[in-house]
């Protein structure tokens, strides 16, 4: 089960968890399952080890994820900055989990670069920056949730794991390979859901709310956006959908709202790779997915300052909504050697 973990790594985080008291757990901007399932998982796990422990993300997690048990002991640093810059300075470990480089957390990366807390990576984006103590990274697993779950076996604190961390770790699992359906081909993978199951968590529940539940309008957004914001491009294999500020308040849009409509485009037959680009107040969010490894990852570095992974990847754009997508449109033909 936990073969594929470098055992010096786990037993270096061990050594450092056994050592450590005040535990801080974070993680990227505009978290998603994986992240919040991560540091929500291992948070459960230190407590049941006797640690003071504390989730701190850089902005608040979408609702959809608030069926996870400690979602309400989260501390958001945009609404309890002083809390979160106290709880920082006490604490002498930091798990920086689901990112590979300090600026995927925004305005928290200053507080959590500058603290004298050790700190130690735990992610599995690809070409992680070495800002971390210890450095556990494995750009080769589905999800975050599954290198913990890997590490918590290898670290031999598999019988302190109880319901409520397999929830967690499952719900990152399930986000990230969207219920077992990308990213899932190595078998190991099942054999942790297996021992997930087996500590009694409920599946069914984690997909229906983390993947399957949506509110009203973010609902109506969705098929808003499908039918009259999608556009597709057959020389490229490419469906690029583009959501305004205007389209946004129109649909009385909350964040979360938009979270796995990049992946309808790609159940157009023939379509590779799907683009997503929605008018936030800072910036152009964008998001991209694709199938049988087109990959999208070089489409956000290139263009939009961004990352992520071959078949799931984001960035940001500063400029202009109509900017962006020009830019993508021009910059289709550059990525027709992968197709
Ligand atoms: P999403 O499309 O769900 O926002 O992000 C999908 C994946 O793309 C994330 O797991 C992350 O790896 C990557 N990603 C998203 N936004 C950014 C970004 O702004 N910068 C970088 N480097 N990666 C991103
Ligand atoms: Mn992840």
Redesign the pocket.
Known sequence: MDRLIDSEKAKDLRHLIEESERVVLTC?V?P?G?AIGSTLGLWHLLRRLGKEATVIVPDKAPAVLSFLPGFKDIAVYTCHAEFCEKTVGESDLILCCDFN?PS?QDALAPLIQNAHSRKVLIDH?REPDAFADLMISYPDMSSTCELCFRLIASMGFYSEVGVDCATCLLTGIVTDTRNFTVNCKHPDLYEILMRLLEKGVDKEKIVRESLNTKSYWGLKLESFAISERMKVYPAHKCALITLSKEDLDRFHYERGDTEGL?NRPLEVRDIRYSIFMREDPDCV?V??RSCDNFPVSEI?KDLF?????LQ?????FHGTLEECKNLMIESMPNYDKYL
């Open positions: 990227h505009r998603d994986d480089t995927r984006h990049v969010k998001s991209a956000c300052n961004g990352g992520g992974h799931a990847a984001g960035g940001e």
